[in-house]
């Protein structure tokens, strides 16, 4: 598929296309998280931390790919490249998005996802550290805190890209394309 075709079916239905293959699998590990942060229990605490560890990076990765069809779309006719393949770690995501748009909610949620890694860095690298039970519940229960907030605000940041696309594609130029390639 040529890259306009792309980008012109991109900004159309950009959930459909940004989205990772499979989204139930996002709801499924959320559930499987908070059901076991609800045990109360330190293995609990464990397992849903470092589901909300996996999950704040698949949020991560996500922002960034809305930024980047975001200003692919305001660029219009000029091409942008983009390429995902050196973001393969928490620090990498954090990075990127200093490249990024600055959109709704964004340094509130990279400020909680740092402090979130900060937090399972501590609990998984640094676990005997925390001696005891207590400490390791309380550090998993801040990490869960942080997810929650990072959750909220990517719902926030998602409205705004969303209204903002909306924007573009009622411009003429994104009309004549939409026509050109029969999304009505």
Do not use: C
Not at 24 to 49: C, E, H, P, R
């Amino acid at each position: 598929m040529k890259y306009e075709e792309k980008l012109v079916r991109s900004v159309k239905n950009p959930d459909g296309y940004l989205w990772w293959e499979d989204t139930s699998t996002f709801s499924y590990l959320d559930g499987i998280a908070n059901d076991s942060y609800l045990k109360g229990t330190t293995q609990g605490f464990l397992t849903a931390a470092i589901i909300y560890h996996q999950l704040t990076e698949k949020i991560l990765l996500l922002l960034i790919q809305y930024s980047d069809l975001f200003l692919q779309a305001r660029a219009y006719p000029a091409k942008l490249d983009t390429s995902y393949n050196d973001l393969d770690s928490f620090g990498k995501l954090i990075k990127r998005h200093a490249t990024t748009v600055v959109f709704s909610k964004k340094s509130r949620i990279i400020k909680n996802a740092v402090h979130l890694n900060d937090l399972r860095v501590q609990l998984v690298h640094k676990i005997h550290e925390l001696e005891i039970e207590e400490n390791i519940d309380s550090v998993a229960i801040q990490i869960h805190d942080n997810f929650e907030r990072i959750f909220q605000d990517w719902k926030e940041a998602m409205k705004w890209f969303h209204a903002q696309l909306d924007l573009l594609k009622s411009q003429p130029t994104w009309q004549r394309l939409f026509e050109k390639y029969s999304f009505r």
